[in-house]
């Protein structure tokens, strides 16, 4: 049931709701993972998601290990969603602020991979984003959005009573989690950088350690 939920995630103050990216850096990291999606999603809710992950690992041909279905006996190198992803964005958040984050925030990634990831979960290098295709799949975003994305994050939102959010996707990732504002009783404040393009990503970086240090 919706309310079965660990502690650690019960009660977020911000969610920031943030894109993955293409470069990633290699190698693993050990240690104890940080909060999950896990967590907080109903056990259907879990299964579904489980179960897209690993349609999107099979067509895109990457083995299966924990990361993508938990009953998986597979290895792969594994590392904190936050240091893995190397993009423009993340480039201009200091590991400190990831680090020494304000109590209750917490980031989501909307993956083209893992659908949705928290950014300490640990994760693998892939090699694709939600603007690509991937053969028998089509462009991801709207796979993603088709098969249910955006109703996984909004019970994500409800489980993990969330407070308010901070929208910082950029275009191609709003569309995967389309609708998923619906219905849903908490404040969200999207920000865009019109006429920014590519050049908006250092902000959007900027943006995402303002919220995680507690100054927006």
Known sequence: MEDDIAPAMAGIRVLVLIPD???KRKGSMAGAPGPGVAE???????????ALRKTVATAAELPLASDIDPTSKGKVDLM??????????????????????????EVAIVSALYGLVLSREPIRVYGFSMTEDVP????LHAWWR?????????SFIRSARVERIVDLLSLEYRKAVDGYREDL?????AIDFPGLGRASQPRRGEAVADVLLGKR
């Not at 056990?43 to 998601?49: E, F, G, Q, S, V």
């Not at 088709?146 to 909004?154: C, D, T, V």
């Open 185 to 189: 009783k908490v404040p969200v404040e």
């Open 80 to 105: 904190p969603g936050y240091l893995r992803y190397d993009g423009n964005m993340y480039r201009y958040i200091p590991r400190e602020a990831w680090e020494s984050r304000a109590a209750g925030v």
């Open 40 to 50: 907080a999603l109903p056990a259907a809710d879990l299964a579904r998601l489980v």
């Open 136 to 139: 028998d799949l089509g462009t």
């Open 146 to 154: 088709e098969n249910g994305l955006p109703g996984l994050l909004a």
């Open 21 to 23: 990216s293409t470069r």
